[in-house]
């Protein structure tokens, strides 16, 4: 390895969105993690959710690999909160993960967005980052709180799931 390199301003770039960035560092960690785990089953995962009038009422973004799900975004239109949406959401992703063979899903929320909801679902917290803002609306420290749904919690091995399916 070369470790005499000096980095400078000119050699690094700080910005915004980098749609050809995010594209190759994906390209390069699948790479490096199909080389050392020998999985290469790694997929997006989308879940939306249109209205009567065809208009967004709620989606999910997430991605699945190995044995694992990951969920990125989840978000449900104001009108459509508290009716089950978000539910209907999660057991379908839950859905997809298991049939592409995944024993465990994992999720992030501030502690300003839906970790009662997560908890309601069935996810369990195992860890938390506190101050990830200094301040929110009623000056409360925020938290990044983690969830997971695995093998060893109460949903993902049920026997059926909660959309039906």
Known sequence: MVWDVN??????????????????????????????????????????AVDEQGELAGGLMGWTWATCAGIELLWVRADHRGTGLGRELMAAAEHEARRRGCVQVLVRSFSFQAPDFYRKIGYIEFARSESVTPTFTFRRAS??????????????????????R
Do not use: K
Not at 15 to 30: F, I, K, N, V, Y
Not at 146 to 159: E, H, M
């Open 143 to 164: 938290s990044q709180l983690c969830f997971c749904l695995s093998p060893y919690g109460p949903v993902i091995d049920r026997s059926s799931d909660r959309s039906g």
């Open 7 to 48: 980095w400078t301003a000119e050699s690094l770039s700080v910005g915004r969105s980098d749609p050809d960035l995010d594209q190759r560092l994906s390209a390069e960690l699948t790479a490096f993690n199909l080389a050392a785990t020998g999985e290469d089953n790694q997929q997006s995962l989308s879940v939306r």
